[in-house]
């Protein structure tokens, strides 16, 4: 009996000395694995987030266009007011996939999804940016993209006021975005899935240039509304008219037709067509109007927007 006591007793002890091994080691298996899963997140590429930030809102774009984003942030190139800036490289993104806003402590984002048909591009391709000096346009070129999953659309409340995709006449597309105010801005190229961010920051102001003027389907970039025009009078924009038909013509104060002329948009059924048109005036002093638009096909009645200007 002594001896069978014995015996469990050392079984006893060896089973005990078993189970705190086990449980000596648990804690560095989990400092492993937590190290490297830190590891993991720190060194993805990941969108710069702002604790305070709103998420930006999507666009017209598949749940696959919108990545999650966490993790860290990379440093931040400064706020600038610089006319053209460019980036990206090489030619792998074909498609805009989405467009998307978010409203941050002191600034606005506009976020460009840039995808491979369907699916998210791993680099941002390719692009130049401009906003000429007191506007309140800022376009940005994407040479290599020929296809987009949206359009145009609103960017909220704030001084952003909204953008539109347009098949550029020099081949890919340009995306215009619009603002009531001035404007400083900033650039960030982010990989895998591609994105072009564009952060503003308003200077406060009223932009000097007065905006493209917009009605219905037509947008006119030039000439913008009070200018004084002149012989050859060029007049530019975007429209989305049936059949890419554009209506142009010069309007005296009374009314009377001083010029006028017909110009195809390079687009309408898939985005938005660029057209241009040049125009030989007479010499009017006084103010006028410039008409771009087509007609209604339900009663023939014109269809577009005005912009008074005056004749130098």
């Known amino acids: 009996m002594g001896r069978s006591k014995n015996f469990l007793l050392a079984v006893l002890l060896v089973f005990l000395a078993a189970v705190g091994c086990g449980e000596s080691s648990s804690p560095n298996q989990t400092a492993a694995m937590t190290e490297a899963e830190s590891e993991a997140t720190v060194s993805g590429e990941a969108p710069t987030v702002v604790e305070d930030s709103m998420p930006e809102a999507t666009v017209g774009a598949s749940p696959e266009a919108v990545p999650e984003e966490t993790g860290a942030a990379a440093p931040e190139p400064e706020f600038v007011a610089a006319s053209e800036a460019s980036g990206g490289q090489g030619f792998g993104a074909d498609g805009v996939l989405a467009v998307r806003r978010g409203v941050h402590e002191g600034y606005e984002r506009v976020v460009i999804d840039l ?4 699916n998210p591009a791993e680099r941002t391709p390719e692009w130049s940016l401009s906003t000429p000096e007191d506007d309140g346009v800022l376009r940005v070129s994407l040479p290599s993209v020929v296809s987009t999953a949206v359009s145009d659309g609103s960017l909220g409340d704030g001084f952003l006021e909204g ?31 591609a994105r072009l961010v564009v952060d503003f920051r308003s200077s406060g102001a009223d932009a000097r240039i007065p905006p493209p003027t917009e009605g219905g389907n037509n947008v006119v970039t030039t000439p913008r509304a009070g200018e004084t025009v002149s012989n050859p009078l060029t007049v530019s924009g975007y429209s989305r008219n049936f059949e890419a038909n554009n209506d142009i013509a ?8 001083l010029a006028q002329t017909n110009a195809a948009s390079n687009d309408w059924a898939a985005t938005w067509g660029y057209f241009e048109a040049t125009l030989e005036i007479p010499e009017f002093t006084g103010p006028g109007t410039i008409r771009v638009g087509s007609q209604s096909a339900r009663d023939g009645s014109f269809e577009g927007v005005e912009i008074p200007v005056s004749g130098g």
């Not at 953008?163 to 995306?175: C, M, S």
């Not at 010069?250 to 037709?257: E, H, M, P, R, Y």
């Open 115 to 118: 995808g491979s048909g369907q």
């Open 250 to 257: 010069l309007l005296d104060a009374s009314g009377n037709v």
């Open 163 to 193: 953008f539109h995709v347009v098949r550029a006449p020099e081949g890919g597309v340009f995306v215009d975005i619009l603002s009531s105010e001035a404007f400083t801005y900033r650039t960030l190229d982010l990989a895998d899935p």
